[in-house]
């Protein structure tokens, strides 16, 4: 699991809000914003991971 310490996220959303222009929406203000991206990177990890695995399980079983 991916872990920030707090000063850390601070600094990074004030980064991204000054430097790269991210804005907060009507729902969400900037910490949820670099939250949802942090959170899809960690999915799409996930998925890379998993899709690996999957292929190696499969290479091993068409082996035998």
Sequence with gaps: MFR???TTLL???NDL???YWLKPT???NI???VYTIILGCQI???RKDFNIQV???VDA???S
């Design 4 to 6: 920030m310490d707090t």
């Design 11 to 13: 600094s990074l959303c």
């Design 17 to 19: 809000e000054i430097q």
């Design 26 to 28: 009507r729902s969400m």
């Design 31 to 33: 910490i949820h914003n």
């Design 44 to 46: 799409d990890k996930f």
């Design 55 to 57: 292929k190696l399980l």
């Design 61 to 63: 079983l068409n082996k």
